[in-house]
């Protein structure tokens, strides 16, 4: 019985989430962008391979980084808005500084607050590591005015969302690089949701990486958009304005870590799935985790929204890779 009221709360929870993420559709905030629009972004793209897509430009601003405390500086690649082409990180060091081994946590859609991390942040301290917090694009730091944390990230604006998802992968590629020079000696992401989609998408770029733990990530683009009950009035808007699945399904190979193979070895890859999640389908990200032979994959139940899977991962990370938590 217990079990029956804990599953029905999951899907409940869930539900309120999907109705808040579609009423904020239709406030309007998505910007238009018609099928000519679309289709001159996808001619611009089609014949640039998927490295190209993200190539890291020389990024002089992020020399600045400092040993403590939050960085901001401009973005290495620019959307057009100005709140959100500033970088932004919270940075707790570990016991040796930067050269500290640095794990990169990365948020989800619409995430709102920032407590959990900071306890997760203390607990990685603890245990050797950096911790380093990235605003993603359109959330925290980079929100415009007058919208929430995240509502201009996931929108029927797709040309805006993948310049996000876009701007992201280059920013984080950059900062990777920059703590390789500096003496840092493992990178790892510990991503959810939204920012597992991102790290899906960065463990096919950098084999520099030591590990990646990647809870409920967003690894199916065409079924989110097309399928989800959270992106009802998304795929709404898209068709008011002609565009269509089979358009959108041509570019989605550039922002769909489905796609893409890990640079880094599978075998350091977690992929955690909720058993009632309908965005992050678990069945996915199974087919993902046979794809990407050799990850370790695990499934709890919760729904899309949930609570165990941060401390779960830190769990099995723990015993499967030992050797990345000896001091």
């Known amino acids: ?25 239709l406030r309007g905030k998505a910007g238009s962008h018609g099928v000519d629009d679309f289709e001159r972004y996808f001619r611009k793209w089609q014949d640039v391979s998927f490295e190209e897509f993200y190539a890291v430009p020389e990024c002089p601003q992020l ?10 500086c401009a973005s290495p690649l620019t959307t057009g808005c100005e709140e959100n082409d500033r970088l932004h990180m919270d940075i707790w060091l570990g016991p040796k500084g930067w050269r500290s081994p640095a794990m990169f946590m990365l948020h989800g859609h619409m995430s709102v607050s920032d407590v959990g991390y900071r306890l997760w942040a203390s607990k990685l301290n ?12 359109y959330h925290y730091g980079r929100r415009p005015k007058g919208v929430l944390s995240g509502e201009m990230a996931l929108t029927s604006n797709l040309i805006r969302t993948s ?46 990486l030591s590990t990646a733990w990647l809870l409920e990530p967003i690894t199916d683009v065409d079924w989110a958009i097309w399928e989800s009950p959270a992106t009802i009035v998304l795929r709404r808007q898209l068709r008011e304005r002609g565009i269509s699945r089979e358009m959108v399904r041509f570019h989605t190979s550039k922002v769909c870590p489905g796609h893409q193979k890990p640079l880094i070895p599978a075998e350091r890859i977690l992929l955690l799935a909720g058993t009632f999640d309908r965005i992050a389908r678990p069945e996915t990200i199974r087919e993902l985790s046979r794809k990407w032979q050799g990850s370790h994959y695990a499934e709890f139940r919760q729904g899309h929204v949930g609570y165990q899977l941060m401390p779960e991962s830190l769990r099995i990370a723990q015993e499967k890779f030992p050797e990345l938590f000896v001091s």
């Not at 380093?132 to 694009?137: E, Q, R």
């Not at 984080?172 to 959810?192: D, E, F, H, M, Y």
């Open 126 to 137: 603890k245990l050797g590591w950096t911790a380093v917090f990235f605003h993603l694009p």
């Open 63 to 72: 020399e600045g980084l400092p040993e403590r405390g939050a960085f901001s």
């Open 163 to 208: 310049t996000g998802i876009q701007q992201a992968v280059v920013e984080l590629r950059a900062v990777s690089q920059l703590l390789q020079k500096r003496g840092c000696p493992n990178i790892g992401l510990w991503a959810t949701s939204y920012g597992g989609w991102i790290a899906g998408l960065l463990v096919s770029l950098e084999k520099s």
């Open 1 to 25: 019985m217990k079990k029956f009221f804990q599953d029905s709360w999951a899907k409940t929870l869930d539900g309120v989430s999907f109705g808040m993420i579609n009423a904020l559709q």
